[in-house]
């Protein structure tokens, strides 16, 4: 079965401090897709940033980088300086069957983060 | 930048009210996606469409719902007979790809 587990219901960081939000997963499949999604409290799903199984390094944008680690099925966020604005509830989640008729994404629990000043 | 649109962004029903969640996907993309976030909860796919036809659906997703796209650029969600229980954000999403699957900002349904 595919699982998303993001074990952190709630997590927080001092301003300008770096923090990693955890994520596992579990697929036989050995094509997938992990991301990160960010919903500040208005809701809407941000997109953030994207590792396939067979990418050698790890992925990167700006603040946001991911730590995949195979043999250990993890994908944890880590972000960098964190911003008062980086306060939000953040979702792992898995896209398998990368087939040329899409994919549905399974997502985690998701983690709380608070910045504080 | 492109973006997905939905409308409305609240909808109001009583139990029992047919309901239709709209959305317009990006433009060039080829899959479509509904997903629902109870509030407090994860987010739950429902049903992915392409090529005009439903290519997977989960359990969710049962006889009351369906999914159309009227035209070359609408994607609805139709709840036939709401119940309280699908008070719930929902979300539309598309892609063209593998890679980055694009969300729409939701529209919550409140059914009373």
């Known amino acids: 079965a595919q699982k998303i587990t993001q074990t952190q219901p709630g997590m927080f960081v001092q301003e300008k401090e770096a923090v990693t939000l955890d994520c596992t997963y579990d697929?036989?499949?050995?094509?997938?897709?992990l991301f990160w999604y960010k919903q500040p409290s208005s809701g809407e799903m941000i997109f953030l940033i994207y590792?396939?199984?067979?990418?050698?390094q790890n992925a990167t944008e700006g603040r946001y980088s991911l730590n995949f680690q195979k043999a250990r099925k993890s994908a944890n966020l880590v972000i960098s300086a964190s911003q008062l604005g980086d306060s939000a509830m953040y979702f792992c989640?898995?896209?398998?069957?990368?087939?040329?008729?899409?994919?549905?994404?399974?997502f985690g629990q998701g983690t709380e983060l608070s910045v504080k000043p | 930048e492109p973006e997905v649109t939905q409308t409305p962004s609240h909808q109001v029903t009583q139990m029992g009210q047919e309901v239709i969640l709209r959305c317009v996907p990006i433009?060039?993309?080829?899959?479509f996606y509904w997903y629902r976030q109870i509030l407090g909860q994860k987010v739950e796919f429902l049903v992915s469409?392409?090529?005009?036809?439903?290519?997977?659906k989960s359990e969710i997703f049962d006889d009351q719902f369906s999914v159309e796209r009227p035209d070359g650029s609408n994607f609805t969600l139709k709840i036939r007979s709401t119940k309280l229980e699908d008070s719930a954000m929902y979300f539309c999403?598309?892609?063209?790809?593998?890679?980055?699957?694009?969300f729409g900002p939701g529209t919550r349904l409140t059914v009373t």
């Open positions: 989640a898995m896209r398998v069957s990368l087939s040329n008729q899409g994919g549905k994404l399974i």
């Open positions: 697929t036989s499949d050995p094509s997938y897709g």
């Open positions: 590792q396939g199984s067979y990418d050698q």
């Open positions: 433009s060039n993309h080829l899959y």
């Open positions: 469409f392409y090529n005009n036809e439903i290519s997977e």
């Open positions: 999403a598309s892609d063209r790809d593998s890679y980055e699957q694009y």
